[in-house]
């Protein structure tokens, strides 16, 4: 139930609380005073868009605070799910700056709209004169019978289970789309692959290649300085290693006076050594040097092929062509593993519609039995309510595919009079007959679904007198089950309150504000005496409000 509202800085109200009882609440008040303003600022913690323009003082923020006692275990399964404290008494917050940025706190902790209205939506239900075209709503008449028909696990089970069903069907036709764009190209990416995997290539040949064929195109030069390195080493009249062995006999003759000789002579056997090893290593090297123009034909064949690869790819290298191959290969394999996909994700379609279809006809039968029973409710409650003669039919049919609700539509006709076929609601309810349906609608239905609190707001549009008490006794039951808040103009549904508040206009300073107060008995029959005559009411309506409250001399 709604505890307290706090509103500040919202259209004319400066700064109300409003404590509220847990029965069946009363807001009356002046004409223009601001009453529907209550529900105007209570809908933007539950989570409905807000305009500054709307703002009391447009240099300040606008902040609606509500307090809930929860029921505990209905929703703390919702609070968990979406990651929010619960706490048996909960605060729902907004707050929204003049530059129309907004800010929600659900016991302090920062939410989206979205999750506010969700939490909302299982703390209040409102209806007004103006919400009465719900009725007509296909997906409101298809709600009343989901509500009596007491299924909302399986309800909530096959919309998770459709909306599923819906996803892979669009994933299913991406695929498709995807698969058909692919075969399209297949044949030249099949072309493109099978060139390059021809072609063998590995990581580095081409540095190998073109490192060989320059030395074979340069063989005659190179064997010839391998020759003359070999020569002024070891061959000539004038060598390098007859001249170092006649400096290490020198150094020979005298090591033996200095030790510094010795080492001397250490250091250019050892370069003797190297010396000779290189001399070798050219004699090899220059032996291994053969000429072979074939061998000069099989590399530039090669490279050719490299090179019009790279030229066709255009890269300049063959890891970027490795790379490549390894690209289309990947693609031919996603065509033919997107076409096992897309036939696995066919048959799990074809399975899950299945499941829906029995689900969906489980839906239509427990929706067929319910209809009975609601139309029989409402009309018990319309009876109530001075419609003797009205009734209601919910006709219900089937619809071509499998809706996010199942298989079923259901029409609601009306029939207020004997002798009078059902009709569609919009043709044949008048002002006050419309008002009257929708309120045993909303009667029955809060009942079921077991809301904290249901406000009405001025939904006696076109009834008075005996009417009017009946339809102050409808409200009025209401509150065994549940907190009720009715902003009302009427004296008789008014009296039916066990708690009154008077919403007024407050004139004394430079601007209009609204201001709202709880009524004691003697206010109560004062401005009950005031809805039945006017201002300044005489002592039959002083006395008559009196009889309506119940109040005895």
Known sequence: MLQKLSIRNYALIDSVELELEKGLNIITGETGAGKSIMLGALSLILGQRAETRYFFNQEKKCVIEGTFRLPGDGLKQLFSD???????????????????????????????????????EKLIDIHSQHATQEINDPAFQLAVVDTLANHDELLAHYRTRFSEYRKNIKQL??????????????????????????????????????????????????????????NLL???????????????????????????????????????????????????????????PARIDEINTRLDVIYALQQKHRVKSVEELITIQEELSASLLKLISGDEEIEKLTQEIEQEKIALEKMATKLSTNRSKSIKSSEKQVAEILFQVGMPNAKIHLEQSALAELGKDGKDNITLLFSANPGQAPAPVAKVASGGELSRLMLAIKSIMAKHMALPTLIFDEIDTGIS??????????????????????????PQIASKGEAHYFVYKNEETARTTTGIRKLTDPDRVAAIAEMLSGKNPGKSALDNAKELLGYKE
């Open 173 to 230: 036709a991406t695929l498709r789309s995807a698969a058909e764009l692919a075969r399209s190209k297949q044949d030249y990416e099949q072309f493109l692959f099978t060139e390059l995997e021809n072609a063998a290539l590995k990581p580095g040949e081409q540095e190998v290649l073109e490192t060989e064929i320059q030395a074979l195109n340069n063989a005659e030069s190179i064997k010839r300085s391998l020759v003359n390195t070999y």
């Open 82 to 120: 979406l990651d929010i404290d619960f706490h048996e008494e909960s605060i729902l917050r907004r707050e929204i700056s003049n530059d129309g940025k907004s800010r929600a706190f659900i016991n302090d902790t920062p939410v989206t709209l979205t999750v506010m209205k969700q939490v909302g």
């Open 234 to 292: 070891s061959e000539q009249e004038v060598s390098v290693l007859p001249m170092l062995k006649e400096a290490i006999s020198q150094i020979q003759g005298i090591e033996k006076y200095k030790a510094e000789y010795e080492g001397v002579n250490e250091r250019l056997r050892s370069v003797l050594i190297e010396l000779k090893d290189v001399a070798e290593e050219t004699v090899t090297l220059e032996e291994n040097i053969v000429f072979s």
């Open 465 to 490: 007198g005996e009417t009017a008490l009946r339809v102050g006794d409808v409200i009025g039951n209401l509150e065994k089950n549940m907190q009720v808040v009715c902003i009302t103009h009427l």
